[in-house]
């Protein structure tokens, strides 16, 4: 797994967070300090939700500040390995869960989420950016 300082998946509940909330926003102190990437499936969920011509651009112009990645016939290896050992140890995993978890391994990013953590960490081959480790890489 690449370290923080070079790069981190964004889940839609950080980016869903920067567009909504009036408080200091964790992607805003991300993109300060790292490369930040999300995938195709956390573009079209924001998509998904958007009611009117200005909201889509708020979208539309933080995706523009981000890495979207695409899926590959790579990754698709990677999240069917980890579906199926997901499963096999017990754990629950949607098709949605299991996309974004494989994403960050083939591609070795940690996850970067604030609702979300445990789910991920139930996946002992995703790392999650702890709370802890945000904080110190902020004081930097």
Do not use: Q
């Amino acid at each position: 797994m690449r370290p923080l300082e070079e790069g981190a998946l964004i889940e839609t509940d950080v980016l869903c967070d920067y567009l909504v909330s009036d408080k200091p926003s964790l992607l805003r102190m991300l993109l300060r300090n790292v490369p930040c990437y999300t995938t195709v499936i956390n573009a079209a969920e924001l998509f998904s939700v958007v009611h009117n011509e200005h909201e889509r651009l708020c979208v539309h112009n933080l995706l523009g500040g981000l890495r979207v990645m695409g899926l590959n016939a790579r990754y698709a290896i990677t999240i069917g390995n980890l579906t199926r050992e997901a499963r096999e140890a017990g754990c629950k995993i949607s098709e949605r869960d299991a996309i974004i978890a494989g994403t960050c391994v083939a591609s070795r990013l940690p996850i970067v989420t604030i609702r979300w953590k445990e789910k991920y960490r139930a996946l002992n081959s995703v790392r999650v950016v702890s709370s802890t480790e945000l904080s110190e890489f902020n004081k930097n």
